[in-house]
């Protein structure tokens, strides 16, 4: 089955028409396919896609790509230099019908230091077009080639050391539709995903170089979506409306991991597993090659900020691969109710229960500091120490620091609040959001006071001695 037959089936509920009805045309296989015209194809960055092929015919379809060595943002405070398909990553995204002939023009910034090309796997020719658009700087390579499988493909570097290239962010897509192109939707975006090496470790700041060692052992400090952590986030999540439909070109340039692609909260309708012609109906997560796209189509049926995720999540909440879908319009609580009662769970009924005559065990006082912070590391690492880590920096976009803590450092009695009530919501850490929970401790004055003047002892703090009588005073105040 072509692509336009199972697009047609997979995507199209009302959809009744035979393979041929589907695919307008005369049936001429593609690669004899005429062509008619010339047009210059509209490239775009992430995550926007060009227009949509629709019933066109084939063309001679120019493509305009220029690549660019630059420094960029891969975190924050975080520098990397990027090799670029037309100075973004992922590359610029290519839109094609099957038959078109391209006419390939890759020129290589002067200012470059090293020579590339570009493989496309959407072509049938040696090296997908490499062994043809090997280019030094200041130099331009035409070459052509005729599209004749429809489905959505990746490009990238293929000079050596070919993961080396790739690593630093030569990849993109190219999408083939069938004839009559694809079904229509209401919004259409461009994400790709990659793991990136660096000297330094995940938020270690500066300009960081490539760390080959790190690409061959396969152990990435970031994975992210579209080049650097945050693409996706804050001002630049993706959006639509209530009751749209969605499609998104994922893509996945490596050049090591496999991607499980999922977005929290939604159902992919139909899934072009590894991009071509094979549809999944109803899927929550789907496997993205290295090297390799899918294409999932769904439609967004109430408001909210949907999480976009590897569902790898230690990637996800510790190297980047996060990203947002933010969906505007009325609710439907009969559809999803949101938060309706909120209550307090005790597993032994509404009141903690007690032994006739017995006493809850006091926890043992430490007779002088010493004493305290050595009892507050105990305590420490019970109940703090999966979140804040051992050496007190956290988790990079999850759990603030608390070693050399501006917002710990300067005000005592709020840690204190924070510990005994919990916090919600934004705050600003060493410059640094965080937005999250930090569940109220159940804790004893003791084990506040000792935790505490563990922590102002530890890591670059201020040496700060809580004592229980601080914290009685906090707990009775609220």
Not at 37 to 58: F, Y
Not at 76 to 97: A, E, K, M, Q
Not at 364 to 389: D, F, W
């Amino acid at each position: 089955m072509l692509l336009g037959a199972a697009l047609c089936i997979g995507l199209l509920s009302n959809c009744t028409t035979t393979q041929d009805e589907s695919r307008p045309g005369t049936g001429t296989p593609p690669a004899e396919m005429k062509v008619s015209g010339e047009s210059i194809a509209e490239m775009t960055a992430p995550p926007l896609v060009p227009k949509p092929v629709g019933n066109r015919a084939a063309t001679k379809l120019i493509v305009n790509m220029e690549i660019v060595e630059k420094e960029g943002e891969m975190a924050d405070g975080v520098r990397y230099l990027y090799w670029t398909f037309n100075g973004s990553v992922p590359g610029s995204f290519i839109r094609t019908r099957i038959g078109d002939e391209v006419e390939f023009h890759l020129k290589n910034h002067p200012d470059n230091k090293l020579p590339h090309n570009i493989d496309l796997h959407a072509v049938t020719g040696p090296g997908g077009g490499a062994a043809s658009s090997f280019v030094a700087p200041g130099h331009e390579v035409v070459f052509s080639f005729k599209v004749i499988n429809p489905g959505l493909y990746v490009y990238h570097c293929a000079t050596a050391p070919v993961a080396m290239h790739i690593a630093n962010g030569m990849y993109g897509l190219i999408l083939v539709e069938p004839e009559g192109g694809l079904p229509p939707v209401d919004k259409e975006y461009y994400i790709m995903q990659g793991d990136f090496y660096t000297k330094g470790k995940n938020g270690e700041p500066g300009l960081q170089p490539f760390d080959m060692q790190k690409a061959v052992d396969e152990h990435p400090d970031y994975v992210v979506f579209n080049g650097k952590v945050g693409a996706l986030t804050g001002e630049n999540a993706i959006k639509a409306n209530v009751g749209e439909t969605v499609r998104l070109f994922v893509g996945n340039g490596g050049p090591n991991l496999i991607s499980s692609f999922h977005v929290i909260g939604e159902i992919f309708d139909k899934v072009h597993v590894e991009g071509g012609d094979l549809v999944n109906k109803n899927v929550q997560t789907t496997l993205v090659p290295a090297g390799g796209a899918a294409i999932v189509d769904f439609k967004v049926e109430v408001p909210g900020t949907f999480v976009i995720v590897d569902h790898s999540l230690t990637r996800t909440f510790n190297k980047g691969s996060l990203g947002m879908l933010t969906v505007s319009g009325d609710e439907n609580k009969q559809l999803y109710s949101g938060k309706q009662t909120e209550g307090i769970y005790q597993p032994e009924g509404g009141t903690i229960q007690k032994m006739p005559g017995a006493k809850a065990p006091d926890a043992p006082k430490a007779a002088n500091l010493e004493e305290r912070i050595a009892m507050g590391k105990t305590v420490y690492a019970k109940t703090c120490l999966a979140c804040h880590q051992d050496n007190g920096l956290g988790i990079a976009n999850a759990f603030p620091p608390l070693a050399k803590s501006d917002y710990l450092n300067a005000d005592a009695g709020r840690a204190i609040d924070v510990v005994l009530h919990g916090k919600t919501g934004e705050i600003t850490v060493n410059g640094q959001k965080y937005n999250g929970v930090m569940p109220a401790q159940v804790l004893s004055d003791e084990e506040i006071a000792n935790v505490l003047s563990y922590v102002y002892a530890s890591w670059g703090n201020k040496k700060q001695e809580i004592k229980p009588g601080m914290v009685a005073a906090k707990r009775s105040s609220h």
